[in-house]
């Protein structure tokens, strides 16, 4: 899939984004689909990841810091997922990256994205959150 974020930008503490990845070139309903940030000098984490299908029937993985501030969603019918991040902080200043892992068989999602790199990723969106 190539994917393309877009929704980054410059928000005052305490403020909301949404992020959106727009996918294409191949059937992403099939896929785990997450979102990455990772700042100057730190290695990238993963921040929130959504299983293949479709609501409700889709798992969600958040990183802690990020748990009941962020929210990850799909919809496979525009080849979107969104990242609605709210209560933002200076700390969730970095670049965005939107990711998707191959789909495995057999394996728990969280495993999925916990322990197997994506198979593409996108080339980022910047978010700045002013203290």
């Known amino acids: 899939a190539h994917l393309v974020e877009a929704g980054g930008g410059l928000v005052q503490t305490g403020g909301s984004l949404r992020l959106s990845c727009t996918a294409s070139g191949s059937r992403i309903s099939i896929n785990p689909l997450g979102w990455y940030r990772q700042g100057q000098g730190k290695e990238r984490e993963l921040v929130a990841a959504?299983?293949?299908?479709?609501?409700?029937?889709?798992?969600?993985y958040y990183e802690d810091s990020v748990k009941g501030r962020f929210t990850i969603s799909r919809d496979n019918a525009k080849a979107m997922v969104y990242l609605d991040m709210d209560t933002l902080k200076p700390e969730d200043s970095d670049m965005y990256y939107c990711?998707?892992?191959?789909?495995?068989?057999?394996?728990?999602?969280?495993?999925?994205?916990?322990?197997?790199?994506?198979?593409?990723w996108g080339e980022g969106t910047r978010v700045t959150v002013s203290s």
């Open positions: 959504i299983s293949a299908g479709a609501s409700p029937f889709v798992s969600r």
């Open positions: 990711a998707a892992w191959h789909f495995v068989a057999d394996q728990p999602f969280t495993q999925t994205v916990t322990t197997m790199a994506p198979y593409s």
